[in-house]
């Protein structure tokens, strides 16, 4: 018996955001997607979705004090962002032994 994430009760509900809803995304807060946050092709609340890199995931959360919100993620390749946070980490300055 497999476990299915998307089901689970504290898993909020992702869905693929349409076409015209990313345009109009994009459109409202002059943004593409490399501004938005990411999430991996292969993140187990969105394996269900059948994605592919540069599509757009809704995220719907419930909130007792915001009611329903939706929050957005730019679908990367795993690699490519594995890559991308590894260089990202060999570009941060190292600390000094004078500095303390």
Do not use: C, W
């Not at 689970?8 to 997607?33: G, M, P, R, T, W």
């Not at 187990?44 to 957005?72: F, N």
């Amino acid at each position: 018996m497999a476990f299915k994430v998307d089901t689970h009760q504290l898993v909020n509900k992702h869905l693929k955001a349409s076409d015209a809803e990313k345009e109009s995304l994009f459109k409202k807060y002059n943004i593409d997607s490399k501004a938005l946050p990411k999430i991996m092709k292969d993140d187990p609340a969105i394996m269900h979705l059948s994605l592919k890199v540069g599509d757009l995931v809704k995220i719907e959360r419930q909130s007792k004090t915001a009611g329903r919100t939706a929050y957005y993620r730019a679908v990367v390749d795993s690699a490519k962002a594995q890559r991308t946070s590894a260089m990202s980490r060999s570009e941060e300055p190292e600390e000094s032994e004078s500095d303390g």
